[in-house]
């Protein structure tokens, strides 16, 4: 008789890292290092931030902060906000997230699909107004019976879910050869845990490169300004980033986050978000700067997918209205000769 090998999961969560490591091919021309990237899309709410999601809900219910029947109420409206409504319906919990009301309508959408109820905010408004969405999510968790507001750039299992889940996979994936990790810098979560974890277990071999947008205060403190990357950089120090775990911080700017976004979709098959491009682009950067020889092998963490970013950094009308002209021009796919 046929024996029937049964591999069923018994949540969604269960699925939440392992992630596989892939090497870049393509946009790596004359770079001798091997170039793997660390694919977070693959996680099942679609990005890295699953992870802390998990980590961050199995703390609060541990330490009875989170009781069930209890509700999330957390100021986000992207990665974090998938990831926190993933598990915490699986679990039973309420989620509440207020978001400004400069994010689009498709991200409210995928929020509220997931379960979640949405509580737009005023951007436009200073953070001290009692409007504004910080004072807004902190006004609903302190007056709905039983919430929790999570606060990513505060907790410290957001950097703890990196140094227990995604350090001890990367290290494992490359059999303890890995020479340099390199990831984009928001929270700070992913590059203090993981970065904490390659450091310890290299016994401080591993290089820990942050990469960082021109405009964020990580990099360059006197020149902080807007810009359109979107997902890393921050205007102050937030208390999940330890700044001596990074060897190095790369600066990359807009254009150049952009360019390898779009190189890395049409040449590698990664279709990325804008924070990928941004790393991959400082990682290069970085390997042709120090002249990485073929003994070195360089991870390259990319966050989420591209499918949140279609109409901006894929869009070519978008782009050249927002001063990318160059890029479109750079990145444009030649039609097949004949
Ligand atoms: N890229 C994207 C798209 C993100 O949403 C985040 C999380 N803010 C990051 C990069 C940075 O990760 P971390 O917060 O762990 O530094």
């Not at 999601?53 to 986000?76: C, F, N, Y």
């Not at 921050?234 to 775990?245: A, K, L, M, W």
């Given at each position: 008789m046929k024996r029937v090998c049964m591999t069923i999961h018994n949540s969604l969560a269960e699925l939440i890292g392992n992630t596989p490591l892939v090497r870049l091919n393509h946009v790596t021309e004359g770079i001798e290092a091997t170039i793997a990237v660390k694919v977070e899309y693959l996680n099942p709410g679609g990005s890295s931030k699953d992870r802390i999601a998990e980590r961050i809900i199995d703390a609060a219910e541990r330490s009875g902060q989170l009781k069930p029947g209890g509700v999330i109420v957390e100021p986000t409206s992207g990665n974090t906000g998938v990831g926190l409504a993933l598990v915490a319906q699986q679990r039973g919990y309420r989620t509440i997230f207020v978001v400004p009301d400069k994010v689009s309508e498709s991200k409210r959408a995928v929020l509220r699909a997931y379960g979640a109820e949405v509580v737009v905010a005023p951007t436009d408004v200073s953070p001290e107004d009692p409007r504004s969405y910080y004072n807004v999510s902190d006004y609903l968790a302190e007056h709905i019976p039983g919430a929790?507001?999570?606060?990513?750039?505060?907790?410290?299992?957001?950097?703890?879910?990196?140094?227990?889940?995604?350090?001890?996979?990367?290290?494992?994936a490359t059999d303890g050869k890995i020479t340099h990790f390199v990831a984009g810098i928001g929270t700070g979560g992913t590059i203090t845990g993981t970065g904490r974890y390659l450091r310890e277990v290299s016994h401080g071999e591993v290089k820990i490169v942050g990469a960082d947008p021109e405009g964020s205060i990580y990099s360059d403190p006197s020149h902080v300004h807007q810009y359109d990357i979107e997902g890393v950089g921050e205007d102050f120090y937030p208390e999940t980033f330890d700044r001596s775990i990074t060897d190095d911080i790369v600066q990359v700017n807009d254009a150049q986050a952009f360019t390898m976004t779009r190189l890395l979709a049409s040449q590698e098959g990664l279709l990325v978000g804008g924070s990928s491009g941004m790393a991959v682009a400082a990682a290069l950067n970085y390997a042709r700067e120090h002249a990485l020889g073929s003994d070195q092998l360089m991870v390259v963490l990319l966050p989420d997918s591209g499918r949140g970013y279609l109409e901006k950094i894929f869009n070519d009308d978008w782009m050249m209205s927002h001063g990318y002209a160059d890029v479109v021009e750079a990145t444009r796919v030649e039609p097949m000769a004949g």
């Amino acid at each position: 008789m046929k024996r029937v090998c049964m591999t069923i999961h018994n949540s969604l969560a269960e699925l939440i890292g392992n992630t596989p490591l892939v090497r870049l091919n393509h946009v790596t021309e004359g770079i001798e290092a091997t170039i793997a990237v660390k694919v977070e899309y693959l996680n099942p709410g679609g990005s890295s931030k699953d992870r802390i999601a998990e980590r961050i809900i199995d703390a609060a219910e541990r330490s009875g902060q989170l009781k069930p029947g209890g509700v999330i109420v957390e100021p986000t409206s992207g990665n974090t906000g998938v990831g926190l409504a993933l598990v915490a319906q699986q679990r039973g919990y309420r989620t509440i997230f207020v978001v400004p009301d400069k994010v689009s309508e498709s991200k409210r959408a995928v929020l509220r699909a997931y379960g979640a109820e949405v509580v737009v905010a005023p951007t436009d408004v200073s953070p001290e107004d009692p409007r504004s969405y910080y004072n807004v999510s902190d006004y609903l968790a302190e007056h709905i019976p039983g919430a929790f507001k999570p606060n990513q750039y505060r907790n410290p299992n957001g950097p703890e879910s990196h140094y227990h889940t995604t350090g001890p996979e990367v290290w494992d994936a490359t059999d303890g050869k890995i020479t340099h990790f390199v990831a984009g810098i928001g929270t700070g979560g992913t590059i203090t845990g993981t970065g904490r974890y390659l450091r310890e277990v290299s016994h401080g071999e591993v290089k820990i490169v942050g990469a960082d947008p021109e405009g964020s205060i990580y990099s360059d403190p006197s020149h902080v300004h807007q810009y359109d990357i979107e997902g890393v950089g921050e205007d102050f120090y937030p208390e999940t980033f330890d700044r001596s775990i990074t060897d190095d911080i790369v600066q990359v700017n807009d254009a150049q986050a952009f360019t390898m976004t779009r190189l890395l979709a049409s040449q590698e098959g990664l279709l990325v978000g804008g924070s990928s491009g941004m790393a991959v682009a400082a990682a290069l950067n970085y390997a042709r700067e120090h002249a990485l020889g073929s003994d070195q092998l360089m991870v390259v963490l990319l966050p989420d997918s591209g499918r949140g970013y279609l109409e901006k950094i894929f869009n070519d009308d978008w782009m050249m209205s927002h001063g990318y002209a160059d890029v479109v021009e750079a990145t444009r796919v030649e039609p097949m000769a004949g």
